[in-house]
C-alpha cells in the first residue's frame, strides 16, 4: 500500500471549513484512499473513500486531485466535536483482498471555539 | 443493532497469565480485525479473518491467537501476557466490497500486563 503523508497537526475555527491534506504521491491505480477519524480514546471512525472522483457525504468532502497524489478532507462546518485525530490511508480496494488498514501518525485538528 | 461490541473494556494482568478478548458484530460481516494501539501512535494490525474457520496474521502477531468459529465473534486470546502487550485493544468488522470497504470499529479494551 501506498505511503501517506499529513501534517502533524492544523487548527480550525468552529464553523469554519476544516481543510486537511494528505500526500500519496507514490498510489498506484487500484488504491483508494480512505479517511478514518478517532477521537480521544474511542475507536476509529470511517469517514469516507474515493478512488479518482471527488466524493461527498453527510461527514464531509473529500477532493482528489487528477494524478491522484493527493488528496484533501473537508469538514465544512467544523464544531468541536470534530476535534480528533484525521488519519488519510491509500490501500487497495476491497473484493479478494482483506480489508488492512494501515496508519501512520495522523493529523490532529483541534477545533477552536 | 449494536455494531461492534468488544469484551471487556478493561482488564489488570499479571505478567504469565491469560485471557480471551471478545469482539462481536451484528451487520453480518465477513471480514473482522484485531488492531493494537500503544501510546501515541497508530493502529496496527494483530490478526485478520476473512470469513467464519478462517484467520490469518497481521503485521504483529507473536504472542497473540485468534479464532472464529462462528461469523458474528471473533476471539483474541494471549496465553502468556508480557508487560510488553500493554495496550488498547480494537475490534473491527467490514463488509467484503469490490469498490472498498468501511470498516467499523469497536469501542476498544484496554489491559495492562504488570
Known amino acids: 500500500d501506498a505511503k501517506t503523508t499529513q501534517p502533524t497537526s492544523m487548527d480550525c475555527a468552529e464553523g469554519r471549513a476544516a481543510n486537511l491534506p494528505c500526500n500519496h504521491s507514490t498510489i498506484s491505480g487500484n488504491e483508494y484512499v480512505y479517511w478514518y477519524r478517532q477521537i480521544h480514546s474511542q475507536g476509529p471512525q470511517y469517514i469516507i473513500h474515493?478512488?479518482?472522483n471527488n466524493e461527498t457525504n453527510e461527514m464531509a468532502s473529500l477532493i482528489i486531485t487528477e494524478d491522484r497524489k493527493s488528496s484533501t478532507l473537508i469538514l465544512p462546518h467544523a464544531t468541536l466535536r470534530d476535534t480528533a485525530v484525521y488519519y488519510c490511508i491509500v490501500r487497495v480496494g476491497g473484493g479478494t483482498s482483506y480489508g488492512k488498514l494501515t496508519f501512520g501518525q495522523g493529523t490532529i485538528l483541534t477545533v477552536h471555539p | 443493532n449494536a455494531g461492534v461490541t468488544q469484551t471487556p473494556k478493561f482488564r489488570v494482568l499479571k505478567t504469565g497469565q491469560s485471557m480471551t478478548l471478545l469482539c462481536a458484530q451484528d451487520m453480518n460481516h465477513e471480514y473482522m480485525y484485531w488492531y493494537r494501539q500503544d501510546p501515541g501512535m497508530g493502529l496496527r494490525l494483530i490478526h485478520y479473518?476473512?470469513?467464519?474457520?478462517?484467520?490469518a496474521k497481521g503485521e504483529v502477531p507473536d504472542g497473540y491467537n485468534v479464532s472464529r468459529l462462528k461469523k458474528q465473534n471473533f476471539l483474541l486470546g494471549l496465553e502468556s501476557a508480557a508487560p510488553s502487550q500493554t495496550s488498547v485493544y480494537f475490534c473491527a468488522s467490514s463488509y467484503r466490497r469490490l469498490a472498498g470497504d468501511e470498516q467499523f470499529f469497536g469501542p476498544g479494551t484496554r489491559l495492562t500486563v504488570l
Open positions: 479473518s476473512v470469513g467464519e474457520g478462517t484467520t
Open positions: 474515493g478512488l479518482k
